[in-house]
């Protein structure tokens, strides 16, 4: 290997400094047909802080594409009011017993998908059991673990609520934890 010239040096300096003061909006969703969990998490430096954390709610008695469409329109909401630069979103598990269930699923995780990519985020998807052993180290944590985890990461009053908005402060902290920094200035 060739020794490293003064501007490989100064690279190196430049790449560790925007690392270190690295700062991105994350949107953390929890996909859901009837509730559908959001959470806005700004990751600075050293720490995670939560912006905003709500859910989605759509009406069981409509049809799907109605549902399908008030997702859509709910996540173009939150995109277009806080442009996150990465948008992360659970993967779905379903039990081989319940195959419709999965089916129904993937429509409203295709709608956030393919809404966070429109808005130009970045967009990663993350397992439960990945998301779990990030704020646990167990990737089979109970709700309770995971809600505890959250609360002392966040340093919140209380456990976050309902376990929809959980999940999604939970994949957008998973995501924070993870990913390697964009480098490019951002909000």
Not at 80 to 87: F, G, L, S
């Amino acid at each position: 290997m060739p020794p490293a010239t003064a501007s490989d040096i100064l690279a190196t300096i430049i790449t560790f400094f925007i690392r270190i003061f690295d700062t991105m909006i994350l949107l953390g969703i929890d996909p859901g047909l009837q509730v559908c969990g959001y959470a806005l998490v700004k990751k600075e430096l050293l720490r995670q802080t939560l912006i905003e954390a709500g859910v989605f709610r759509t009406d069981g008695k409509a049809a799907l594409e109605e549902r399908l469409n008030q997702i859509a329109e709910d996540i173009q909401t939150v995109l277009a009011a806080h442009k996150p630069d990465v948008v992360a979103v659970e993967q779905l598990y379903a039990h081989y017993k319940h195959p419709r269930t999965a089916i129904l699923m993937g429509h409203a995780r295709g709608v956030i998908l393919q809404r966070a990519a429109q808005s130009g985020a970045t967009v990663r998807s993350y397992s439960a059991t990945r998301i779990k052993k990030s704020l646990t180290g167990n990737g089979h944590a109970s709700k309770g673990q995971m809600q505890r985890a959250i609360q002392t990461v966040l340093d919140l009053p209380s456990v976050p609520e309902p376990p929809d908005v959980a999940d999604a402060i939970a994949v957008a902290l998973c995501c924070a934890n993870e990913r390697k920094p964009q480098y490019q200035s951002v909000k």
